[in-house]
């Protein structure tokens, strides 16, 4: 079969073919550069310089600046003070709890129940941290109604402004920490801040009133701490007398007095004893 004249039909098209893709690429060349010379043909006038403004005096009140608006539109602290007043609390609400409150004492005196009965590890830590701290909230709760009642809420309502307002909340909490140090603490704190005895109470200031304070709780949680580590003592001392006389001597003592001490804790009700005490040694602050 004679093919030829198909080759021949094949060649011409792609030779129409190739011309037609040729004149495309010269026809947009001229386009496009006849485009760009009407461009360059169109002139821009150039925008006049503007005049330099004149300095302003920085002592000027008038000259500008950025200003805060604590309050809103009510009198009451806007919404973003209020913001940062709130964040700035909980950031030192840590230091606050341990130093102004009942948790201190509380958790001390629990830890060391713990460790009389020869528990080092059970309840855990956070097990005595959250005691402590809903117990030292149930003993705040009267401050802390206090406070919210003559200084928080008058502050929020904008009848009060922020210097009132701190000055009437730290009164509350002033006077629960006076009821719960000693003389002998606040007068050890006055000498080494060598400053004069005060006159009354309310001439003692929170930066002497503060330390004064952790001072007699930790004392008075040793004491209490004493007294619970006593009866859980005789009952080591029984336990090893009687291994002793049996020539028992390379059995741990522990092993033994353990189960006895945790009877004799259950039996006398121990942590009702011990949360009753730590809450009535405060009944005379709340």
Same mark, same amino acid.
């Given at each position: 079969?004679?093919?030829?004249?198909?080759?021949?039909?094949?060649?011409?098209?792609?030779?129409?073919?190739?011309?037609?893709?040729?004149?495309?690429?010269?026809?947009?060349?001229?386009?496009?550069?006849?485009?760009?010379?009407?461009?360059? =043909?169109?002139?821009?006038?150039?925008?006049?310089?503007?005049?330099?403004?004149?300095?302003?005096?920085?002592?000027?009140?008038?000259?500008?600046?950025?200003?805060?608006?604590?309050?809103?539109?009510? /009198?009451?602290?806007?919404?973003?003070?209020?913001?940062?007043? /709130?964040?700035? #609390?909980?950031?030192? =609400?840590?230091? #606050?709890?341990?130093?102004?409150?009942?948790?201190?004492?509380?958790?001390?005196?629990?830890?060391?129940?713990?460790?009389?009965?020869?528990?080092?590890?059970?309840?855990?830590?956070?097990?005595?941290?959250?005691?402590?701290?809903?117990?030292?909230?149930?003993?705040?709760?009267?401050?802390?109604?206090?406070?919210?009642?003559?200084?928080?809420?008058?502050?929020?309502?904008?009848?009060?402004?922020?210097?009132?307002?701190?000055?009437? @909340?730290?009164?509350?909490?002033?006077?629960?920490?006076?009821?719960?140090?000693? /003389?002998?603490?606040?007068?050890?704190?006055?000498?080494?801040?060598?400053?004069?005895?005060?006159?009354?109470? *309310?001439?003692?200031?929170?930066?002497?009133?503060?330390?004064?304070?952790?001072?007699?709780?930790?004392?008075?949680?040793?004491?209490? /701490?004493?007294?619970?580590?006593?009866?859980?003592?005789?009952? *080591?001392?029984?336990?090893?007398?009687?291994?002793?006389?049996?020539?028992?001597?390379?059995?741990?003592?522990?092993?033994?007095?353990?189960?006895?001490?945790?009877?004799?804790?259950?039996?006398?009700?121990?942590? @009702?004893?011990?949360?009753?005490?730590?809450?009535?040694?405060?009944?005379?602050?709340?």
């Amino acid at each position: 079969m004679n093919t030829a004249p198909y080759r021949i039909v094949s060649r011409a098209s792609s030779a129409r073919i190739g011309l037609l893709i040729v004149l495309i690429v010269v026809i947009t060349t001229i386009l496009l550069w006849l485009g760009a010379t009407a461009g360059h =043909a169109m002139p821009i006038d150039p925008t006049p310089p503007t005049d330099p403004t004149d300095p302003t005096d920085p002592t000027d009140s008038g000259g500008g600046g950025l200003s805060i608006d604590i309050n809103g539109p009510d /009198g009451a602290p806007s919404s973003a003070i209020v913001t940062l007043l /709130g964040i700035t #609390l909980l950031s030192v =609400a840590p230091a #606050l709890l341990l130093m102004m409150t009942s948790f201190t004492k509380i958790f001390v005196v629990l830890a060391m129940t713990r460790n009389a009965l020869a528990l080092p590890s059970i309840p855990p830590n956070q097990v005595l941290a959250g005691l402590a701290l809903f117990l030292s909230l149930f003993i705040m709760a009267p401050v802390l109604t206090d406070i919210n009642s003559v200084a928080l809420q008058p502050y929020l309502d904008g009848s009060l402004n922020f210097t009132d307002a701190l000055n009437l @909340g730290s009164e509350p909490l002033r006077q629960f920490m006076l009821a719960n140090t000693r /003389g002998e603490d606040l007068a050890l704190m006055t000498r080494a801040a060598d400053q004069p005895n005060p006159d009354n109470p *309310d001439d003692v200031t929170l930066l002497t009133l503060i330390p004064a304070f952790m001072i007699s709780e930790l004392r008075a949680a040793f004491i209490i /701490g004493f007294v619970i580590f006593i009866p859980f003592l005789v009952i *080591d001392i029984v336990v090893s007398a009687a291994l002793m006389s049996m020539g028992m001597m390379m059995l741990p003592p522990v092993m033994i007095s353990l189960p006895f001490k945790i009877l004799l804790f259950v039996l006398v009700d121990g942590w @009702g004893l011990i949360i009753t005490s730590l809450i009535g040694s405060y009944q005379m602050a709340a």
